[in-house]
Every structure is written in C-alpha cells, then in structure tokens.
C-alpha cells in the first residue's frame, strides 16, 4: 500500500478518533453572540450546558489601557493599573462566579490594538451567563435635548450620541463580539430562575439597585444569633463611598458593618467597581440594612465597564441554615418615629425655620438632622442648631466633623446621636441656602430624603407630657428690649434706674469692614450723651455669617434716666437675612437685664 494512502488513514482515523470524543462541530450551536456594540454599551445572553464539554469561544475584545490611579498620591504610592476598555466573560448562575474571563486569557493583539481570542474553554454542566462590555469611547458628545438622553439607546440609533477616542476614531470597535458554540442550548426564564434558586433560597434580603440616586433600606429582626453572608457590589474609590452599603442596629443606631473601600475587593471591570463578600456573625436584635447610590454608574446606565455580576448591584442578605434563616423577620422601622418633639422636615432652598418646646425636667433627646456640607475645613450649608431661650446660648450644633455620610452625593451629611438637655426652653433651627435641598435636588439625594431637616424626639421612646411641653417664651425680665428688628430700622426705648446698677447688656447685629452697620447703643436722657455703644472690638463672632456679632457683658449705669436705641441698616436683619443668620435670630437687637 503507497505510504501516501497510509498517512491519509491515519489522519481520517485521528479526525474520527477526535470527534468521537468531542460533541461534533456540526452538531454544535451557536449558544452566545453578541456583536454590533455601541462604543458604550454591556450586553449579556445565557445558556445551559445538560453535560460537561469543551466550548469553541471567538472574542475581539480592546487593548488593556493603562490608568492612573487618581487617589495614589493620598496613599504614598504611584501605582497605574490596567483596564480592559473591551472585554467578556461567563458566570454561573449558581454561585454568580467568575469561570473563564478574557483578561485572564492567552489573546493575540493586532496592530490597532484589539486583543483576539479564538480557543476552546472546558465547562461542567450547568447555566451560564455571558457578558461583553464595550466602554471604549473616550469622549461623548450629544446633538439632543437633555429629555432625549432619558432613552440613550434610542438617541444612539438616530446618531444624537457621538463618541470619540482610539477605537472609534477608527471605526474597529466594530469588531468587537463574543461568539460561543457548543452542544447546548440558549436558556430560557425558567432555566435561569431554576439555577439561580441554589444562590437566591438563602437570600433574607435583597437590596438591590432601583436608579440612579435612589437608595433603599430594609429592617429586620433575628430571633437568635445568626451567621449573615454579606454579598454587595457597589462604587467605592480611595476618596470615598459612592454606591455602598451598611447595617446598622435599629435601637441604637450604631454601624456594624459597613462596605468600605479598604475591606473590599476587585468586582471586575473599572477600578471604582468594588465587592465584597463577608459572613459576619449577628446576635439576637433589631437591624436595618442600607444601600445608598449616586446619581451615575449603575445598571441603568454604566459610564465604565460594569462589575462581572451587574446583575446584583446593590447588597444581597443571606443564611446558609434553614433553622436560622426561618428566625429572620422583616420589621416596620423609620429613624424618626411618628411621635417627635420638633419635626422640620422636607426643607428646601433659602429656608429659615424654627419650632420650640419646653423641658420640665432633664431629659435625654436624640436629635436625626440631615444636611449638605463639603469642607470638613468649612461651615455646614443647610445645618441646624438648637438656643437655650434663657441664656440665648446655642446648646448644639451641626458641625461636619459630627455628621456621617448619609448616602447620595458626598455632600449629603447625617447627624444621628443623643444631646443631654437640662429643663428649659429651647427654640431648634434649620437653614438651607439656594440650592440642593428637598424637592430641588442638584445632586443625587440622601437615603433618607424625606426627613431633609431635623427632628428631635425623646431618646427612651414615647413623648411624656408630664416633661415635654409646648414652647412657652419666658416672660421677660428684662428693664428694657430691642429685638427682632427688621431692616432699616431706629427704635428707642425709656428705661429708668433708681440707683447705681450694674446691668446685663446682650446686643447682636452686623459688622461691615470692622464697623457696626446694625448695633445698639445707650445714651443718658437728659444729656443725650452716649454711656455704652456696641462697637466691633467689642463683640465677638455670634455663629453663622463671620459678619454675625454678639456683645454680651455688663455695664455699670448711675441712677437715672435712659435710652436704649438699636439701628438696622437695609439689609440682614431678622427676617431679611442675605447670608446666614447668627446662633440667636430671635434676639436681633439689644437686650438691658439686671445682672445676676
């Protein structure tokens, strides 16, 4: 026999050897394709493999560009990092793993930069996901209203959206896809939601993304000590949390786990993609779990690559035990009960408002106050505070270094703790500038938007009316009063001393450029001469506005007669405030007491 023939067999016998072990080419399906991509656009399809097999997988994916950390410089390093702009991988849907990932992948580059896959993966019987992400446009311009960017795929079909940048300028962003054959079969809802039960049976609680800008939480209660794996994916950078989230304790409102950058892992994709995936153990008690979110990156619409599972964005609760997990109860939780001392909520621009009440007794209040600030350095921009009515002293503020982050943009600020107040009068404040408060928010909105303000209610649980009464403005002891003044304004008052007396003189008003422009003076009656006037050396700052002074001190005055005068000038005054108002509005003017 020629060898020729003989060498022809033994290539026929190895083909036919090689198909008896491998499901047959022809045989195959197409179980993945996913091609056609937008600059800006991750797509996903699923499949199910009834056995295990080799899988013949073709991917055009982009060139890992190279990116500087931009918070290296906080952390003493100069690290650069790499991201795949374009890239795929598969998940099981039964554990949400990560089984064969391009980046990890033996790829052949071509001369504009495309990174190839063309190869055979092996894969156990199961349900699949296949995801491709195209981030690789640079810069993004738009010819349509903003409305029309509600439907970005829409404003991408009729060409509103244009991108730009290495692999667009070209056009070979065309090329990217990810094409996966295989004796299978595409997979279908029931498919999925058969497989997914072996990750989802256990979930207690389920956070997951609702929008941008919106964030959501659930309250819960363990019967008994209980192991909770914590499963949450979210956008977190050295600099700061942006979709992440917390459990706290419902009683005293104490963080016991939060999704922190450093505790956090690579989710996949961007770098500011961040995972974790903890078991922590809880006692028996009251829970509440948050998941707060920006106003971009989010399954709505990514601005980088997504995480290798988008799909649970958010934070997902869940007990491996059925024994425990049946002793996981949700619960009815708000962080302002229905019965408060003060409620001033749903603020929004250029507010000033105000509510008192009384103390009979001492008494331990909680005070939950949502704000904006941005300078930990700086003044808080909607803030408030609570005045002693007697002593016209500020007893709290809200200072940035006491608040949390409370969800949305950074900006947003949370104060939640308890303020031990003595019997008394109190008058608690609230001021907002002219922008981003409720109803009118320009960045995305805290977690618990609705209470934008302060609320102050007891910190032992219900109002007790033998201790908390309603605001009762102390009758005055005062020998002579000027307050509340308005702008342009000169009032008088006659007040009369029948002997030598050392009086209380507590005196606010405005200072421009190291001179008083609202101020109180008082002058002998018969003479017209001026005994005491308020000056800026004088004072000192009296909160809000650095233009805010406060004189509070003694005068000796000789018997006689007295007039006590206060002026205003046009503007920022009681009422009519250009900027931000001092500790004690209510007292705007001058005030003559005995002192003690």
Not at 31 to 40: A, G, K
Not at 85 to 94: G, M, Q, S, T, Y
Not at 173 to 184: A, M, W
Not at 546 to 565: Q, Y
């Amino acid at each position: 026999m020629p060898s020729r023939v003989i060498l022809q067999r033994t290539v026929l016998t190895a083909i036919a050897l090689a198909i008896w072990h491998t499901p047959s080419l022809l045989a195959q399906s197409t179980l993945v394709d996913i091609r056609d991509l937008t600059p800006q656009e991750h797509r996903s399809a699923a499949f199910v493999l009834s056995a295990p097999q080799l899988l013949h997988v073709e991917v055009t994916g982009a060139e890992p560009r190279r990116e500087r950390d931009r918070d290296s410089w906080q952390w003493g390093d100069d690290q650069e990092r790499t991201t795949w702009p374009a890239a795929a991988w598969i998940l099981d849907v039964r554990t949400r793993a990560v089984v064969w990932d391009l980046r990890s992948a033996e790829t052949e580059r071509s001369r504009n930069g495309l990174r190839r896959f063309a190869g055979t993966i092996r894969l156990p019987a199961g349900v699949y996901e296949a995801h491709f992400s195209s981030y690789v446009a640079t810069s993004t311009s738009y010819s349509g209203s903003f409305k029309d960017l509600i439907s970005l795929r829409r404003d991408q079909r009729q060409g509103r959206v244009r991108y730009g940048g290495p692999y667009v300028d070209d056009g070979s962003y065309r090329d990217l896809g990810f094409v996966v054959r295989g004796t299978g079969r595409v997979a279908i809802d029931r498919d999925l939601d058969s497989a997914s039960r072996a990750f989802t049976g256990s979930v207690v609680l389920s956070l997951l993304d609702a929008g941008p800008g919106v964030s959501e939480r659930k309250a819960f209660e363990l019967r008994r000590p209980t192991d909770v794996e914590v499963y949450a994916i979210g956008e977190l950078r050295k600099d700061g949390p942006f979709d992440y989230g917390w459990i706290q304790n419902a009683d005293t409102r104490h963080r016991i786990w939060e999704m922190e950058y450093r505790h956090t892992g690579d989710a996949g994709g961007a770098h500011k993609n961040r995972m974790v995936r903890d078991t922590i153990r809880l006692p028996a008690g009251r829970y509440v779990a948050y998941f707060v979110s920006d106003d971009s990156h989010d399954p709505d619409q990514w601005n980088a690559v997504p995480p290798f599972d988008p799909d649970f964005w958010g934070m997902t609760l869940r007990v491996a035990d059925p024994a425990a997990r049946a002793g996981v109860h949700p619960i009815a939780w708000e962080p302002v009960p229905q019965q408060t001392i003060v409620s001033l909520t749903g603020i929004g621009d250029d507010a000033l408002r105000s509510a008192g009440f009384t103390l009979r007794g001492p008494m331990d209040v909680r005070v939950y106050a949502l704000g904006e600030g941005s300078n930990p350095d700086g003044d808080m921009d909607d803030y408030a505070w609570i005045v002693n009515t007697t002593t016209r002293r500020r007893v709290w503020g809200m200072r940035y270094d006491d608040t949390e982050a409370a969800g949305g943009a950074d900006k947003n600020r949370l104060y939640d703790s308890t303020l031990r107040l003595e019997a008394g009068t109190y008058l608690v404040y609230y001021k907002s500038d002219g922008s981003h408060s409720f109803g009118h928010w320009n960045a995305a909105p805290p977690a618990e938007s609705a209470y934008w303000g302060v609320s102050v209610f007891p910190a032992g649980g219900r109002v007790d009316s033998s201790v908390v009464a309603p605001f009762q403005r102390s009758a005055s002891d005062a020998i002579a009063e000027i307050v509340r003044v308005k702008s342009d304004k000169h009032k008088r008052e006659l007040f009369t001393l029948d002997r030598p007396t050392t009086v209380r003189v507590y005196a606010l008003g405005e200072a421009d450029g190291g001179e008083m422009a609202d101020y109180g003076w008082i002058e002998a009656a018969a003479t017209g001469d001026t005994v005491w006037e308020m000056t800026y050396r004088s004072t000192t700052h009296a909160g809000g506005a650095s233009k805010n002074r406060v004189f509070d001190g003694t005068v000796r005055l000789p018997a006689g007669r007295f007039v006590l005068h206060y002026d205003t000038d046009g503007s920022h005054a009681y009422g009519d405030w250009n900027d931000d108002p001092p500790d004690d509005p209510e007292g705007w003017g001058i005030t003559v007491t005995r002192a003690p």
